[in-house]
């Protein structure tokens, strides 16, 4: 960490600004709180930070996203003698955010980085906090609560600071993370990236003009993040 701090310093000194990535949605399946859950009972405090259930049915409507990798959201354990929920890889268990003690872990979490000096933090994989029946599990109303009460306890004690949402979702999707200007102060514009580069090759405008023909537009005190990568 010593390290880290001598780094924050040197670019704040010359004029830049520091975002990291806050992985809310999942932990490693050798995190200690993951190891601890496994090996703890059943309706334990332990076994609660995770998502378990008995059957690898439930929750049925929701799609795998890597289909190359993953054949379910569900995997066994072996030492918890139950399956946990994964909305990525088996190897990256989700955290229950109906437990309101991973909540304020979560937040404890954030409020380590930012004591630290981070100017920013980028939110990974929001979409999929929360999970419910009869759903996708994918951006519903529980969710921005709890991006709310993240902004809320950013701002009550850390100035000039910046949430941006990783949503790798269609516009119209990630505009509610911006809420009413009381989520997440900028989001990635996903779609945008590629069309830049097929604009580039075909050497037409389309891609970029009809991708920003479907962008809403969002509160004043909020931006699009604009990004581009390696095709």
């Known amino acids: 960490m010593d390290d880290f701090r001598a780094f924050l310093d ?31 009972p059943p309706g334990s405090p332990e076994r609660d930070y995770y998502v378990w ?4 049915q439930k929750y049925n409507d929701v799609r795998v ?13 072996p030492v918890g003698k139950a399956y946990f929920w994964h909305r990525f890889f088996s190897h990256q268990p989700d955290l229950n955010f ?19 000096g981070v100017d920013g933090l980028r939110l990974d994989a929001i979409p999929y906090l929360i999970e419910r029946d009869g759903t996708n599990c994918e951006n519903l109303a529980e969710t921005h609560v709890l991006i709310k009460k993240v902004r ?27 809420g009413e200007g ?20 075909l050497e037409d405008r389309l891609p970029v003009t009809e991708i920003m023909s479907q962008t809403p537009a ?3 005190n909020c931006q699009w993040g604009l990004f581009s990568a390696q095709p």
């Open 53 to 56: 259930s008995d059957s690898d």
């Open 218 to 220: 969002i509160p004043e």
């Open 152 to 178: 809320s306890e950013m701002e009550r004690s850390y100035a000039n600071r910046v949430i941006l949402a990783e949503a790798n979702q269609w516009p119209t999707d990630v505009l509610p993370y911006f």
């Open 65 to 77: 996203i890597f289909t190359d990798t993953e054949k379910s959201n569900w995997t066994w354990d």
């Open 98 to 116: 109906d437990n309101p003690v991973v909540v304020e872990e979560m937040l404890k979490v954030m409020r380590f980085w930012l004591d630290m």
């Open 182 to 201: 009381d989520e997440c102060h900028m989001a990635f514009h996903f779609p945008l990236m590629p069309r830049i580069f097929m604009a580039l090759r």
């Open 10 to 40: 040197a670019a704040h000194e010359r004029g830049l600004q520091v975002m990291i990535e806050l992985v809310m949605n999942h932990t490693s399946d050798e995190h200690p709180w993951f190891q601890a859950a496994r090996n703890a």
